[in-house]
């Protein structure tokens, strides 16, 4: 199969695996309701979640501009199945550094796409086993030390991350010096209103709005004055 026919049948098959996904998720209660005659009181949904819709918008549309470069077309099943930022965007990069691709490739595509489809089908496997055992399992899930275990699990993963970004300068093909100097002016401004001005929780979507084309208009300045440089690495 050539690479168009390849990108093609994977964007047919995320669209109908969306609409499918969408289907399933509207239509269940739509069922349930047609089927017992109990409609919820829209008006009084519509209020309640509104203030959730303020949060979580933003942050749905900042998740997809950030995520998309890396994930490619494995953005249809991560989406679908869910925990993009604790587990499928650390298996995809994981899966690209192990495989040494580079991002934007068609290499990279697919090897995003298989480690999300495996890790996908991985999570459904262990969670039958978790309901399976749950009953058993509950004293240790209870106990203090694994509760307390938990917390770290995440910053531990994201520390995990984000230490071989920082140190490595090479982007595809290329070597980038001053390649972190973009993000500082972000991180110092969020860092200041956050801290002085008022603080950005429940904001944080609009705050990644903001930050991402800052971010990027920054590099392209840097970029400009030479601050930021690239060179080809000779293979």
């Not at 009181?41 to 979580?56: C, Q, R, T, Y």
């Not at 933003?58 to 925990?83: D, H, K, Q, R, W």
């Amino acid at each position: 199969m050539d690479s168009n026919k390849y990108v093609n049948s994977i964007h047919r098959i995320g669209r109908l695996g969306s609409i499918g996904a969408l289907f399933f998720m509207l239509g269940i209660p739509t069922f349930i309701s047609i089927y017992y005659g109990i409609w919820p009181n829209f008006k009084e949904v519509a209020i309640v979640s509104s203030g959730l819709l303020v949060l979580f918008v933003p942050i749905a549309i900042a998740e997809v501009m950030s995520y998309m470069p890396i994930l490619g077309s494995a953005s249809y099943i991560t989406f679908i199945t869910g925990n993009v930022m604790n587990l499928k965007l650390p298996v995809a990069l994981n899966a690209k550094e192990l495989t040494n691709t580079d991002v934007g490739t068609e290499e990279s595509d697919v090897i995003a796409t298989i480690a999300i489809a495996v890790s996908s089908i991985t999570t459904m496997i262990i969670i039958a086993i978790g309901v399976l055992l749950l009953v058993p399992l509950e004293p240790i899930f209870s106990a203090p030390a694994v509760q307390t275990a938990t917390q770290y699990m995440l910053p531990a993963l994201f520390g995990g991350m984000f230490l071989p970004i920082l140190l490595n300068n090479q982007v595809g093909d290329y070597k980038v010096k001053n390649r972190l100097l973009p993000i500082l002016i972000p991180i110092i401004l969020i860092t200041v209103i956050n801290q002085f001005i008022f603080p950005l929780k429940g904001a944080e979507g609009l705050a990644l709005l903001i930050v991402i084309p800052l971010t990027i208009f920054i590099a392209h300045k840097m970029y400009k004055k030479k601050i930021i440089t690239m060179e080809k690495i000779e293979k």
